[in-house]
């Protein structure tokens, strides 16, 4: 397949994409590929408050553990 020209027009893209025959999709929100053949399905959303818990969790995490071991040099 030929190199993509950043400095081309969107359009431009567009069709030298169809030209190489690569499948081009507009994926909705919440959309997963999936799989050796890129399968896709949609989520459902469900858990969506347990994985924001998660994130949270996670940065607590690291706010009280980064300082312990990250050293804020001044100059």
Do not use: C
Not at 1 to 8: L, P, V, Y
Request: aromatic letters at 8%; a negative charge.
């Amino acid at each position: 397949m030929d190199k993509i020209d950043t400095m081309s027009t969107p359009e431009e893209q567009i069709e030298t994409y169809k030209q190489s025959g690569v499948e081009i999709r507009n994926l909705v929100d919440y959309t997963v590929i999936f799989g050796d053949r890129s399968d896709s399905t949609k989520w459902s959303g469900e858990g969506l408050g347990q994985a924001k818990a998660l994130h949270a969790k996670h940065l607590l995490y690291l706010s009280e553990t980064l300082p312990k071991f990250h050293r804020t040099r001044t100059v």
